[in-house]
């Protein structure tokens, strides 16, 4: 299989980052990570960002960056996530009235086409991240998330696939991977455990197949595969980031 290079997402050891960003990056590289995907600036500039992660030999691959900032000022938010050196940026969730069936549905995805265009201006291409709810079923049966993609396509919005949520809300990862080949260039890595509730673990530890999905992400022309773990309820933050990429290594 082809090797894919592997980030994390930065939102699994945030307050590892808010402690100490430069440090956490630090610990990040030495463990293999090759690059970072963004989740805030924690209290730092766009240029002190992106000197820290060139120094600790981190690629700035993305960043999750939240609908309401580029409401609220979308072209200093577009020129912040350029200065760092991005590649990409993802809008993290959507729900409520801004999601399918809402009453802000259809303006938060005229919206969406202005700021993929920004970023396409900036050198940049937008993505969404899922969770488990865009997969309730629309009228005709199918996935509010395909609806949604099919809506967005005009506005060149690629995905963004997150594994675990995809397999909660009931899809089949390598599946989905395959549907949206050319179109989702990074892929969240993210295991869980179901015991009533879901529970997030270091890959290799719960119900993802971690090999197939990352075959299919190679097969389906996936750029970056990327780790996020939201919560760690078994072992530290840092210690999960390690056992998670040493299972990616070792496929």
């Known amino acids: 299989m082809m090797k894919l290079p592997i980030a994390v997402q930065v939102y699994s050891v945030r307050e590892q980052a808010a402690a100490d960003f430069d440090a956490a990056m630090g610990e990040l590289a030495r463990m293999g990570y090759d690059g970072v995907e963004l989740a805030g600036l924690y209290g730092k500039s766009p240029e002190e960002i992106r000197d820290i992660l060139d120094r600790r030999g981190l690629k700035a691959v993305s960043a999750h960056v939240p609908y309401d900032e580029f409401v609220k000022d979308l072209e200093g938010t577009v020129e912040a996530y350029r200065k760092?050196?991005?590649?990409?940026?993802?809008?993290?969730?959507?729900g409520g009235e801004r999601w399918y069936g809402g009453s802000g549905y259809q303006e938060t995805l005229?919206?969406?086409?202005?700021?993929?265009?920004?970023?396409?201006?900036?050198g940049m291409q937008l993505l969404y991240h899922n969770h488990a709810h865009e997969f309730a079923r629309t009228e005709?049966?199918?996935?509010?998330?395909?609806?949604?993609?099919?809506?967005?396509?005009?506005?060149?919005?690629?995905?963004?696939?997150?594994l675990c949520w995809v397999k909660v809300g009931g899809a089949d990862p390598a599946a989905y991977l395959r549907k949206y080949g050319g179109r989702c260039p990074l892929v969240h890595m993210k295991d869980f455990v179901r015991d009533g509730e879901v529970t997030l673990v270091a890959l290799g530890?719960?119900?993802?197949?971690?090999?197939?999905?990352?075959?299919?992400?190679?097969?389906?022309?996936?750029?970056?595969?990327?780790?996020?773990?939201?919560?760690?309820?078994f072992g530290s933050p840092m210690e999960n980031m390690k056992k998670s990429i040493d299972c990616l290594k070792k496929l």
Do not use: M, N, R
Request: proline share 1%; aromatic share 10%.
């Open 84 to 94: 760092i050196g991005c590649q990409y940026v993802a809008v993290p969730y959507l």
């Open 110 to 122: 005229s919206f969406l086409s202005v700021i993929a265009e920004k970023c396409k201006e900036a």
């Open 140 to 162: 005709e049966g199918g996935y509010q998330l395909d609806a949604f993609y099919e809506a967005a396509e005009t506005a060149a919005l690629a995905a963004e696939l997150d």
């Open 205 to 233: 530890d719960g119900e993802l197949d971690v090999g197939a999905a990352a075959a299919q992400a190679v097969e389906s022309g996936a750029e970056w595969l990327v780790v996020e773990q939201d919560d760690h309820h």
